[in-house]
């Protein structure tokens, strides 16, 4: 065992590898477990029972037995295309690689999601395809600004080397980080429950929006693709506090019980408003820290 | 016990019920009977459910959406009709426009009776569907063996 420890330690390359591979296999595990939590305390706040928390994990091994309906040749291959770049996102936030280039990954693999309800005939996949462009339009302004705003404070746009930085990021950007909060929960799928593919059972207002006409083994990949980039945006979070890993952890789970409130007590909270004020708090929070950053640092 | 039955996505369709099957329907969604205690979710769309639940006691004229619905749900898939009106047409059987039950359209494996249907007896159809279900998937898969044995040939799905 050491033997081979001490192989992989000297291999840069390998360590890589083993990173990946353990993202590869841990990461569906804890954001299935976290969607099954967040179902357990969605359904306790509404005076429920709920699901046991290992239930995302049932539906996901039902849907593999399911027969996969497909009208075209292409909607599953977009999806398969969905969860590879996806899971090509967080590998790269897991390496330490460019935090750049894995918003433009995540936004790549997002396009590829909405390709996938675009080249379906159904009217309601092509509804949730417009609200899932209007949600990135939505939220990437956001997304792009935490990577600024980290280069600002640390002078590198590498993962490594911000989770490297010696104070918590905390300390220099309470504003993008509000501003992320925000959009985390437009970005788990959580709030305005008309958005694109809301997990909300009771409404049905574009039946299921993007994932209307995907079945069977499409529609758990888009499942398992969707537990990989609430991962990936944890991950970004744990960024924020990198510095001190027990409160980085804890903030982690404090913000995803934090977005399950939020979820809770704005049931009505409609995509109109989530778009009218998103643009208005990320310019509030992230651009004025930002701005303010570059001030003080250029005096 | 196997993930088919751990994770019963569930479409509900009114084929001219009175609503009063439906309110109970919905009824098992709300916190005095909470059905996603048991992986239950009412998805409203058929390419996404494995049990079709049905009420009302069919009619001419959404018989072709009642057929639509279920050739569009992926396969092992089952059908609950609940109510009296979907088990026989009740006191509407002998209307002119009116079928009277839902398996003159489609087959139906579990029969829900009541009028209207209580919570209980609908949560209870549903659990008891999910047997049927299992057994649906068994015999897709027996039959996909068997077939690919003879002819070699691997089908999609």
Excluded at chain 1, 242 to 256: G, N, Q, S, T, Y
Aim: charged share 15%; aromatic share 12%; proline share 4%.
């Amino acid at each position: 065992m050491n033997y081979y420890m001490e192989i992989i330690k000297s291999n840069p390359q390998m360590l890589t590898a083993l990173h990946v591979a353990v993202y590869v296999v841990l990461a569906p595990l804890a954001g299935g477990l976290l969607a099954g939590l967040d179902r357990k305390i969605s359904a306790r706040l509404q005076g429920r029972v709920g699901p046991p928390v290992v239930q995302p994990f049932y539906d996901v091994f039902k849907l593999m037995k399911k027969e996969t309906l497909r009208v075209n040749r292409y909607q599953n291959f977009y999806i398969f295309l969905f969860l590879v770049f996806m899971i090509f996102t967080g590998s790269l936030i897991f390496t330490g690689a460019d935090m750049l280039l894995m918003i433009f990954a995540l936004t790549l693999s997002g396009i590829f999601l909405v390709l996938a309800a675009f080249s379906v005939d159904s009217p309601f996949s092509h509804t949730g395809a417009e609200r899932e462009i209007i949600q990135m339009m939505s939220c990437d302004p956001m997304l792009i600004l935490v990577p600024v705003g980290m280069y600002l404070v640390t002078g590198s746009f590498r993962v490594s080397e911000i989770a490297m930085f010696e104070r918590p990021l905390i300390m220099f950007l309470p504003g993008v980080f509000t501003g992320y909060v925000f959009i985390l929960t437009m970005k788990f799928r959580k709030s305005p429950f008309d958005l694109s593919m809301a997990h909300h059972a009771a409404h049905q207002e574009i039946v299921k929006g993007l994932t209307t006409e995907f079945s069977g083994k499409a529609l758990a990949a888009i499942e398992v693709a969707h537990w990989y980039e609430n991962v990936l945006l944890l991950a970004i979070v744990y960024l924020f506090f990198a510095r001190i890993p027990v409160l980085a952890a804890a903030m982690v789970l404090f913000v995803f019980l934090l977005e399950i409130f939020i979820d809770n007590i704005n049931a009505r909270f409609r995509w109109e408003l989530a778009f009218s004020s998103t643009w208005i708090f990320t310019l509030v929070t992230g651009g004025a820290n930002i701005i303010i950053l570059y001030y003080a640092y250029s005096i | 016990m196997s993930s088919l039955k751990k994770s019963p996505w569930i479409i509900h369709y009114d084929a001219t019920s009175c609503n009063g099957c439906d309110i109970e329907v919905i009824a098992c969604l709300t916190p005095m009977y909470d059905v996603e205690r048991f992986g239950i979710v009412n998805t409203g769309n058929p390419k996404h459910a494995d049990i079709f639940l049905i009420t009302g006691s069919v009619n001419e004229r959404n018989s072709r959406v009642v057929r639509n619905i279920y050739e569009q749900m992926p396969d092992p898939k089952v059908v609950v009709a609940v109510g009296i009106c979907a088990t026989s047409g009740c006191v509407f059987r002998d209307c002119y426009n009116v079928l009277g039950g839902v398996d003159k359209v489609i087959p139906v494996d579990v029969y829900v009776p009541g009028c209207a249907a209580r919570p209980e007896s609908i949560i209870d159809g549903i659990v008891r569907s999910l047997t049927v279900l299992e057994e649906k998937y068994r015999a897709q898969k027996k039959n996909k063996k068997n077939r690919n044995g003879r002819s070699g040939v691997i089908t999609d799905g």
